[in-house]
T-cell receptor, first 114, second 111 residues
Framework: EAGVTQFPSHSVIEKGQTVTLRCDPISGHDNLYWYRRVMGKEIKFLLHFVKESKQDESGMPNNRFLAERTGGTYSTLKVQPAELEDSGVYFC????????????FGEGSRLTVL | GNSVTQMEGPVTLSEEAFLTINCTYTATGYPSLFWYVQYPGEGLQLLLKATKADDKGSNKGFEATYRKETTSFHLEKGSVQVSDSAVYFCALKGGSYIPTFGRGTSLIVHP
């Protein structure tokens, strides 16, 4: 069974540019989460999808970030325009149920904004 | 709100040494507690968990006991190996659907 896959693994962009990160969850996992880890700090929650619906987007830092999950399968996270403070590792995770807290993570997408 | 505090790293040990990585938490109610591990080049994976007070989670020689009186969930292993070198994340899940993670503690084990 394929795990959670994320693309790209690393992206380097200039301030003001746009980047789109993609996450393919484990097949059959209705719950999809985006997290971000900045400079060795906490892994901070961004948002949670249940199928195609945004269940909780309280962690999205501002309106430069847009997440979608059309059709309830893969998800994209777009940053437009990117700022220096957006640099970090963006993790995607999925789970069958949201009740247990047991998540399956991808390897992360490292974003560097210059 | 919920939060997790982990000890600063890196923790550097020699092979076969005893490991403790401290984790304390703040949460309302009775959260479930977790340790995740991230090996180099991989995603985080669940290492062990405990769902109620005094429960002990264990896996791969690692153990952690849910201590409600001290709000702690310290990770221990009696004899570490080079292959245990990784980043370890403490996490909790309270009443909401959103797990909260700590900052991670890097472990480096030398032969």
């Amino acid at each position: 069974e394929a795990g959670v896959t994320q693309f790209p693994s690393h992206s380097v962009i200039e301030k003001g540019q746009t980047v789109t990160l993609r996450c393919d969850p484990i097949s059959g996992h209705d719950n999809l989460y985006w997290y971000r880890r900045v400079m060795g700090k906490e892994i901070k929650f961004l948002l949670h999808f249940v199928k195609e619906s945004k269940q909780d987007e309280s962690g999205m830092p501002n309106n430069r970030f847009l997440a979608e999950r059309t059709g309830g399968t893969y998800s994209t996270l777009k940053v437009q325009p990117a700022e220096l403070e957006d640099s970090g590792v963006y993790f995607c995770a999925s789970s069958v149920t949201a009740n247990t807290g047991e998540l399956f993570f991808g390897e992360g997408s490292r974003l560097t904004v210059l | 709100g919920n939060s997790v505090t982990q000890m600063e790293g890196p923790v550097t040990l020699s092979e076969e040494a005893f490991l403790t990585i401290n984790c304390t938490y703040t949460a309302t109610g009775y959260p479930s507690l977790f340790w995740y591990v991230q090996y180099p080049g991989e995603g985080l994976q669940l290492l062990l968990k405990a769902t109620k007070a005094d429960d002990k989670g264990s896996n791969k020689g690692f153990e952690a006991t849910y201590r409600k009186e001290t709000t702690s969930f310290h990770l221990e292993k009696g004899s570490v190996q080079v292959s245990d070198s990784a980043v370890y994340f403490c996490a909790l899940k309270g009443g909401s659907y959103i797990p909260t993670f700590g900052r991670g503690t890097s472990l480096i084990v030398h032969p």
